[in-house]
């Protein structure tokens, strides 16, 4: 178990927001996460601990936010989270061992284990970005068998679309309130889901991911920003750079609550075609598959080394896009959960499970 400080938050935002899409981008985040981070830090002393370091007889919380990355109008403050947490905690009737986040970057989770002073558990539902929340179930999607709690916390009292909703049953039904409550809440709502008990995390969810996220940072804080940056993520990763060009297309748009569509990077004599469902779900390459979620799938400003959302992958943009096989960082199991995928199939029109297996 250690401390988490202010030497961790630039390392952990840049190493996050690679393994989820950029984000909004290294700008807004700045701004987002520093708050965040300094709010939890000034509470209380964060300490960052492994699952074999708390009580096995407990159980953990996620702390998370559903909704839509490119949704501009999100109606919710910091403290909706701890609010959230303690909704979930009343339902529950007992105080967690630990908070955990859904994805990184996860400085929420920061904020709402500093709040209830217990420790932040170096693990989450899953080690990069997912587009819905039953991809980060560490695989009750599953399992309809089983019963969570879920809360959602958003709004503003003074305008009167403050909105508190705490929804029982299995992951998928669950999940589907959480994501209306985002749809009619400007894009966004805080959330907590649980309880989660720390041997079902060991086995299914994803172990280290956050001291993996700081790591992962302070390898590309460490390079020369631009090409040199992109290369340094890559090779931690055991990944590649596997084009660095010009954005000629992006239309993905806003749809059901969604971010969908495809980006597409030519560097002159080769194509990368990207398909989106929030993240990155896809990359194509002259036509043949080179990565299928939940493989790593990032992109960075070329001149920078930054890594950069994709509402801001303006045509004309120069970016570099990163690949690495998923077995290179911690997943959970619900990034491969083969019931996740038939809605993103649909949705973009494309086949993903199948690379999976096959890969």
């Given at each position: 178990m250690r401390d988490l400080s202010v030497k961790d938050v630039l390392p952990a935002m840049y190493g996050g927001l690679l393994l989820s899409a950029g984000g909004s981008g290294v700008n807004n985040s700045l701004e987002?996460?520093?708050?965040?981070?300094?709010?939890?830090?000034?509470?209380?002393?964060?300490?960052?601990?492994?699952?074999?370091?708390?009580?096995?007889?407990?159980?953990?919380?996620?702390?998370?936010?559903?909704?839509?990355?490119?949704?501009?109008?999100?109606?919710?403050?910091?403290?909706?989270?701890?609010?959230?947490?303690?909704?979930?905690?009343?339902?529950?009737?007992?105080?967690?061992?630990?908070?955990?986040?859904?994805?990184?970057?996860?400085?929420?989770?920061?904020?709402?284990?500093?709040?209830?002073?217990?420790?932040?558990?170096?693990?989450?539902?899953?080690?990069?970005?997912?587009?819905?929340?039953?991809?980060?179930?560490?695989?009750?999607?599953?399992?309809?068998?089983?019963?969570i709690v879920q809360v959602a916390q958003a709004g503003y009292a003074s305008t009167g679309s403050k909105i508190?909703?705490?929804?029982?049953?299995?992951?998928?039904?669950?999940?589907?309130?959480?994501?209306?409550?985002?749809?009619?809440?400007?894009?966004?709502?805080?959330?907590?889901?649980?309880?989660?008990?720390?041997?079902?995390?060991?086995?299914?969810?994803?172990?280290?991911?956050?001291?993996?996220?700081?790591?992962?940072?302070?390898?590309?804080?460490?390079?020369?920003?631009?090409?040199?940056?992109?290369?340094?993520?890559?090779?931690?990763?055991?990944?590649?750079?596997?084009?660095?060009?010009r954005v000629i297309k992006n239309d993905v748009d806003y749809k059901d609550g969604f971010d969908i569509g495809y980006v597409t990077v030519s560097n002159g004599s080769e194509t990368l075609t990207l398909g989106v469902y929030n993240e990155f779900m896809t990359a194509d390459k002259e036509g043949t598959r080179v990565a299928t979620f939940p493989d790593m799938i990032g992109s960075v400003d070329a001149r920078t080394g930054d890594p950069i959302a994709i509402s801001t992958m303006s045509e004309g943009q120069e970016v570099s896009i990163i690949i690495a096989h998923h077995s290179q960082f911690p997943l959970g199991k619900g990034a491969i959960d083969p019931v996740v995928f038939t809605e993103i199939e649909q949705g973009l029109g494309v086949e993903l499970y199948s690379y999976i297996k096959s890969n």
């Open positions: 987002k996460h520093d708050l965040a981070a300094e709010v939890a830090l000034g509470l209380n002393t964060i300490r960052l601990a492994k699952l074999d370091e708390i009580d096995d007889e407990g159980y953990v919380l996620i702390s998370t936010s559903v909704g839509a990355p490119g949704f501009a109008k999100p109606e919710l403050v910091l403290k909706d989270h701890i609010s959230a947490a303690d909704s979930l905690i009343e339902k529950l009737g007992s105080k967690p061992v630990g908070i955990m986040c859904g994805h990184v970057p996860g400085f929420n989770g920061w904020l709402v284990a500093a709040a209830l002073d217990v420790p932040y558990i170096d693990a989450a539902a899953n080690g990069r970005g997912h587009p819905t929340v039953k991809m980060g179930g560490m695989g009750l999607a599953s399992r309809p068998d089983i019963s508190s909703v705490v929804a029982e049953g299995n992951l998928v039904k669950t999940s589907q309130v959480m994501r209306h409550c985002a749809t009619i809440s400007g894009g966004l709502v805080a959330s907590a889901r649980g309880p989660y008990k720390p041997d079902f995390i060991a086995e299914n969810g994803a172990s280290g991911a956050i001291s993996f996220q700081i790591e992962l940072g302070e390898a590309m804080l460490s390079a020369e920003p631009g090409l040199n940056r992109a290369t340094a993520a890559a090779s931690f990763m055991g990944g590649e750079v596997i084009i660095s060009g």
